[in-house]
C-alpha cells in the first residue's frame, strides 16, 4: 500500500495524558499536513511541513501541541496533558510540491479523551 | 480569510436521480478547487479538482465547474446511485499565493435510497 497511513488508528486515553500519533506520507512527497475534524464538521488545518521545516502553524494548534518531522519523511503530533475538547479525529495529508499540490489524505486517528 | 459555504444536509434522494450539491467560495485570485468524498468508516478521498476558471473537474460521473464569476463550484451528477451515499466536502487552496492549507466547507451528508 503507497497511500498515507497513520497509526494508531483509535487512541482512548484519560483527562491529563499525553498521546502521540504518527503519519506516514507517501514516500515521494515531500510536504505534510495535519488536520483536525470533529464530528459533522469539515477538517480544520493544524500545521504545515515542507520537508523537515514546519512553514505554518494555526491558531487551533495551542502549546499543548507540537508536531515534527525530523527528517523530512514520517510525522508525529503530539498531545500534552489531553482534555475532552481534544476529542477528535486527527488527519494527516502528503502532497508533492512538484505537481499540482494535491492532498492526498490517510484514514486518520480517532482520539478519546475521557 | 478564505472560505468555503456548502448548501447544508443531510440530502436524501432516491437512486437514479440528479444530484446537486452546491459550493460557494470567498477567495481573492484564483484559488484551487476540490471535493473530497468520505464513505462510511473511510477517509477523506479525493472526488475532483479544478485548478483555474471554467475548469471542470469529473470523476465517477460526478462533476464540477469552476465558476469564477458566481464563486461556485457546484458538484453534479446525473444519476446516483445507492454506493454514493458519503459525506462530501468542497475545499480550496491558495498555492499561488502560498496558501497550501486546504479550507473545508462543513460537508453535506448524501444518502441514496434504493
Known amino acids: 500500500d503507497t497511500g498515507v497511513s497513520q497509526d494508531p488508528r483509535h487512541k482512548i486515553t484519560k483527562r491529563g495524558q499525553n498521546v502521540t500519533f504518527r503519519c506516514d506520507p507517501i514516500s515521494e512527497h515531500n510536504r505534510l499536513y495535519w488536520y483536525r475534524q470533529t464530528l459533522g464538521q469539515g477538517p480544520e488545518f493544524l500545521t504545515y511541513f515542507q520537508n523537515e521545516a514546519q512553514l505554518e502553524k494555526s491558531r487551533l494548534l495551542s502549546d499543548r501541541f507540537s508536531a515534527e518531522r525530523p527528517k523530512g519523511s514520517f510525522s508525529t503530533l503530539e498531545i500534552q496533558r489531553t482534555e475532552q475538547g481534544d476529542s477528535a479525529m486527527y488527519l494527516c495529508a502528503s502532497s508533492s510540491s512538484g505537481t499540482t499540490d494535491t492532498q492526498y489524505f490517510g484514514p486518520g486517528t480517532r482520539l478519546t479523551v475521557l | 480569510g478564505n472560505s468555503v459555504t456548502q448548501m447544508e444536509g443531510p440530502v436524501t434522494l432516491s437512486e437514479e436521480a440528479f444530484l446537486t450539491i452546491n459550493c460557494t467560495y470567498t477567495a481573492t485570485g484564483y484559488p484551487s478547487l476540490f471535493w473530497y468524498v468520505q464513505y462510511p468508516g473511510e477517509g477523506l478521498q479525493l472526488l475532483l479538482k479544478a485548478t483555474k476558471a471554467d475548469d471542470k473537474g469529473s470523476n465517477k460521473g460526478f462533476e464540477a465547474t469552476y465558476r469564477k464569476e458566481t464563486t461556485s463550484f457546484h458538484l453534479e451528477k446525473g444519476s446516483v446511485q445507492v454506493s454514493d451515499s458519503a459525506v462530501y466536502f468542497c475545499?480550496?487552496?491558495?498555492?499561488?499565493?502560498?496558501?497550501?492549507?486546504?479550507?473545508f466547507g462543513q460537508g453535506t451528508r448524501l444518502t441514496i435510497n434504493p
Open positions: 475545499a480550496l487552496n491558495h498555492p499561488g499565493q502560498g496558501a497550501q492549507k486546504l479550507v
